[in-house]
C-alpha cells in the first residue's frame, strides 16, 4: 500500500528511448491533474532527479506532444543512481520538492531503480517502455510496435535490392540481448533465416548450406535478419560470401529503430498505461508495474514482475522457418 496520500507525482523517463513514450507522460500528466495532482516532470531520468532538473507541468505543456517521437522530458542512463547514495540523494529532491509518488516509464534497468526509490518511501509505479519488448510480466512494452514497423519497412527496402543482385543480405536489428524484433521481422519480411540469442546455435555450416539451397530452389536472395546480441554482422557477411561464392551485405539498422512517430497502438496503449498508473497511486498502491497480459491491462508487483523469466515462442521461430520453403 502507498504509504501516504497523493499530492504530487513526478514522473520521468529513464534507459533507452521509445516512441510512444510522451503518450505515456501526456496520460499520467492530464490523468493526475484531472485528479487534482500537482505534477512534476523530470528531466533526463534518473540524472536529472539527483540534479534536481524538476519542473511543474501542466496540461498545455503536453500539447502536440502525442504524435512526437523520443521523450520530450529527456533520458538518461545514471551510474549515480546505482549507488546507496545516489538514490538517497534522489529521495532527498524528491521530498524537497514535495514529490511523493513517482511514476517511471523505462526498461527493467528503471523497474530496479524504481524499486530503489520504493525502498526510500516514495510511492512508485512502473510503466513498461522498451523497443527491445524483453520484460517478462508484460505481452506490451511502449515502443516495440513502431519500431518493429520502422524495422520491418527498412527491411523491405533492403529485400528489393537484394533480390534485384540475387545477393545474400544480412540486416541487423536492435534488441539488445532479445530477439524479439529479429523474430517479428523474420516473420513480417519473409526472411530465409533469424539468428537470435534465444535459439542461434553458432552453427555456421549450417547457414552457409542453407544459403547454397535457398538460390538452388530459384529464390532470388537470401535475407538474414541477425539480432544485435548476435552482432557481427559485418564478419559474418564476409565469411558467407567466402564460403558460398554469393555476394554477400550487411545492414545494421541501429538508432533509426527508436526514433519516429508512434504507432497508433503505441499512442493508444502508453496512454492506457498512464492513466492506469494514475489511477493505481490513487488507489494506494505502490511499488507496481503495470503491464498488458493476456489480452488485459493489469499490474504486478514490481519485485514479482522482475523475477519473471520471458522466453520466446518456439512456435514463432518455427513458423519463420517453415515460412521460407
Ligand atoms: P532500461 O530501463 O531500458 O532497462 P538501463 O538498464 O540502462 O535501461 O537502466 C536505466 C537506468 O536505471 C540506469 O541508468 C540506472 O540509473 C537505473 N538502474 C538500472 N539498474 C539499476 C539497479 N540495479 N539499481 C538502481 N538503479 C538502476
Ligand atoms: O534498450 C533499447 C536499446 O535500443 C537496445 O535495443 C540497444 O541494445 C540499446 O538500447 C542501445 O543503447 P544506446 O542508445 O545507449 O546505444
Known sequence: MAKKEIKTIGVLTSGGDAPGMNAAIRAVSRQAIGKGYKVM??????????????????????????????????????????????????????RDNGIDSLVVIGGDGSFKGAQKMSDQGINVVAIPGTID?????????????????????????????????????????????AGYIALWCGIANGAEDILIPETYDYDEQ?????????????KRHHLIINAEGIGHSASLARRIEAATGIETRATILGHMQRGGSPSCKDRMYA?????????????????????????????????????MEKSISEFEVQVCKNMSI
Do not use: W
Open 41 to 94: 516532470g523530470i528531466m533526463r531520468g534518473y540524472s536529472g532527479l539527483i540534479a534536481g532538473d524538476i519542473k511543474q507541468l501542466h496540461p498545455r505543456d503536453l500539447s502536440d506532444s502525442i504524435q512526437k517521437g523520443g521523450t520530450i522530458l529527456g533520458t538518461a542512463r545514471s551510474m549515480e543512481f546505482k549507488t546507496p547514495e545516489g538514490q538517497k540523494k534522489a529521495a532527498k529532491v524528491c
Open 271 to 307: 496512454s492506457i498505461m498512464g492513466a492506469y498508473a494514475v489511477d493505481l497511486l490513487t488507489e494506494g498502491k505502490t511499488n507496481r508495474v503495470v503491464a498488458y497480459k493476456n489480452g488485459e491491462f493489469t499490474d504486478f508487483d514490481i519485485d514479482e514482475a522482475l523475477a
Open 206 to 218: 549450417r547457414l552457409v548450406d542453407n544459403i547454397i539451397d535457398t538460390f538452388s530452389r530459384g
Open 133 to 177: 519488448l524483453d520484460i517478462a510480466c508484460t505481452d506490451y512494452t511502449i515502443g516495440f510496435d513502431t519500431a518493429v514497423n520502422t524495422a520491418m519497412d527498412a527491411i523491405d527496402k533492403v529485400k528489393d535490392t537484394s533480390s534485384s543482385h540475387q545477393r545474400c543480405s544480412i540486416i541487423e536489428v536492435m534488441g539488445r540481448h
